[in-house]
């Protein structure tokens, strides 16, 4: 069985794209005081999965690696939780809005299992069926 090599540009792009999206999603809510910081927030850690994945990409060892990986893992984690967050302390959102939040915590969890898988291969593990 042939083995799929890991385009890390293509990955890096989708990435990118989460915290596009993110950022265009705070701009559409309403300016209440829950929305600003938690808009604030989710900017901030989706922000932060990307870059920490470039900084990954130019790690000084394994070790480095990995743990860059799992600080891209726990930033998506993060923008997952404000992502519900906004969802929850919005209950007059437009439906379009409402299906880019879901697809966004949708993206971030599939972003969090790319993250694990790589992390437990380059740490040697086997993977952990959740």
Same mark, same amino acid.
């Given at each position: 069985? =042939?083995?799929?090599?890991?385009?890390?540009?293509? &990955?890096?792009? *989708? $990435?990118?794209?989460?915290?596009?999206?993110? /950022? %265009?999603?705070?701009?559409?809510?309403?300016?209440?005081?829950?929305?600003?910081?938690?808009?604030?927030?989710?900017?901030?850690?989706?922000?932060?999965?990307?870059?920490?994945?470039?900084? =990954?990409?130019?790690?000084?060892?394994?070790?480095? &690696?990995?743990? *860059? $990986?799992?600080?891209?893992?726990?930033?998506? /984690? %993060?923008?997952?939780?404000?992502?519900?967050?906004?969802?929850?302390?919005?209950?007059?959102?437009?439906?379009?809005?409402?299906?880019?939040?879901?697809?966004?915590?949708?993206?971030?969890?599939?972003?969090?299992?790319?993250?694990?898988?790589?992390?437990?291969?380059?740490?040697?593990?086997?993977?952990?069926?959740?």
């Amino acid at each position: 069985m =042939a083995t799929q090599r890991f385009d890390s540009q293509a &990955f890096y792009e *989708r $990435l990118y794209s989460f915290g596009r999206r993110c /950022r %265009e999603l705070t701009e559409k809510l309403s300016k209440t005081i829950a929305n600003l910081e938690y808009s604030s927030q989710l900017i901030r850690a989706s922000g932060s999965v990307g870059s920490n994945y470039i900084e =990954a990409l130019e790690a000084m060892g394994k070790k480095d &690696f990995i743990y *860059r $990986l799992k600080v891209s893992r726990k930033e998506t /984690r %993060e923008s997952v939780h404000w992502l519900r967050l906004i969802f929850d302390a919005n209950s007059n959102l437009e439906r379009n809005v409402e299906e880019e939040i879901k697809n966004l915590i949708g993206e971030g969890q599939e972003i969090m299992k790319i993250f694990t898988s790589s992390i437990l291969t380059c740490e040697g593990k086997k993977k952990i069926e959740n």
